[in-house]
């Protein structure tokens, strides 16, 4: 390779990570698909990289310590294919690790809590507002922060619900057996005043429909992955690094486990056909 | 250190190795402290280190190529406790990654399953057996070949029941609502002719009255827990190596996440206080 390549090299990596880079999408499985879903929907020309953690799914109950160490590794692997921006498409994750991977990052790097939490915010008339998400999401309390920075006299009622990610996981999320789940985790929360209710992992959109049956017209059910959409387009635009081209965007899926299950699953949830998924061994990032 | 000592200390490593060496035994999780428990019961005097991997649970919904790294990693880190010989108390790891690493091993490794065919082909009188498990135990077919070996004309029906292992973890195994999913996952079992069933998971012991009193009198219910113990007991004998020391048996507990939560469970499965349990960073191993 002479010099004149070397320059044209160089200047189309930082081309490419200025513009046409693709975002970074990670999860702990599948559940950040519903959040891809609406990145594709509301920026159809970005191109998309998305990471799934199926060999160490579920991330809802295991520790602080963990998450942060597995979410450095997944954003090392990202880098590698030179994202422009990162989306943390898992409530856990955003609940336990974003400050810190923030604070790491000279890319930005979007969750999904303070997005539902504002939509929330912004949409309760009584300011009495549900969360249900994992346990690592509600033990932590950081919907109830982020709620009141927003609204100091907001009342947040959060309940951990962690057999819905099995349930969604595998494939009973329109199954009876759901139903009294449901019932079994948010009778209680059902009795109280909520007129909002988050949604408050990305694998309860998948449930989505049940829940809303289950709660009635007076409750407002929160999916945050429209409005975390939203908050990464304004970035892009803020930045000016929105991809302008006008090919078609690329999709690239990636898990640490169980491929094929997941291209099975990844076709049921997007509209756009997922060809293949790669295998990567996370660990070594 | 002089030399005396140096071979002094030489000699009690080589003399802990052989008979008050500790012995290994893992699991995904919490599920392999069924097996524990029988080894704590038959051989009262053997030391036991146990492995949950608490961080990288459930394992049955994972790849060969996983599993068997997770045991390497898992077998890397038991030896460091100088254990003499290693119970792999996980039926998924049994399945695919058994023979490997014993292989690999210049100790002892034993599995689950042959036991648990064993007793299975000696108390079926027609043949016909049922196996529950997780869904790469029974895609393995391990259980299958195995009870073949010992009897060809054998019957046998695999069912993978992979919402089994997070209502145990979760708490649900005496709720109504498990009494529901035993009747998904095993009413086509039921009406087969099998009269003798397997519990083909660690974690289905847990489950094991309920499943009783779903098959009825005519079936019989294996858990391989007890003639996997009895297995241990025979060859710590045929080698000489088993503990002859009157002093009371130590147990040692250590997992990969969720400390705490483990040992509030093993409280509850085993008739040992357990007073603490220590955390291990196993991707190190």
Redesign the interface.
């Known amino acids: 390779m002479d010099n004149t390549n070397g320059i044209k090299e160089i200047l189309s990596v930082k081309n490419n990570l200025s513009n046409e880079a693709p975002i970074g999408v990670f999860d702990s499985g599948v559940g950040g698909l519903t959040v891809a879903r609406e990145i594709m929907r509301q920026l159809p020309h970005e191109n998309i990289v998305y990471f799934g953690d ?3 799914v579920p991330y809802g ?3 602080k310590s ?1 998450i942060l160490r597995f979410s450095r590794q997944i954003i090392r692997f990202l880098r590698t294919k030179d994202v422009k921006a990162i989306v943390v498409a898992c409530n856990t994750v955003s609940a336990l690790a974003l400050e810190t991977v923030q604070e790491e990052s000279d890319i930005p790097i979007l969750g999904v809590i303070a997005p539902g939490a504002r939509v929330a915010v912004q949409s309760t008339k009584n300011g009495i507002i549900g969360v249900a998400g994992t346990e690592a999401t509600i033990q932590s309390e950081t919907y109830t922060k982020i709620i009141r920075q927003m609204n100091p006299d907001a009342v947040v009622i959060g309940k951990p619900c ?2 819905f990610v ?2 969604v ?2 494939g ?1 999320a329109k ?1 009876r ?1 759901t139903e ?2 449901i019932d ?1 985790y948010l009778s209680d929360m059902r009795k109280t005043e909520i007129d909002t209710m988050i949604l408050g992992c990305t694998h309860y959109p998948l449930l989505r429909s049940r829940i809303k049956a289950y709660f009635g017209e007076k409750v407002h059910i929160v999916n945050p992955a429209y409005e975390t959409a939203m908050d990464l387009k304004k970035i892009l635009f803020e930045r000016g690094i929105e991809n302008r081209s006008e090919r078609a965007a690329a999709y690239k899926f990636y898990v ?3 491929a094929e ?1 997941f291209t099975r699953f990844a076709n049921g949830i997007l509209t756009y056909d997922v060809a293949s998924t790669r295998l990567v061994n996370i ?1 070594e990032y």
């Open positions: 199926t060999a160490r109950s295991k520790s963990n962690p057999l099995p349930l996981e595998e009973f199954h057996i009294e789940v079994i640490s486990d169980a299950k660990e």
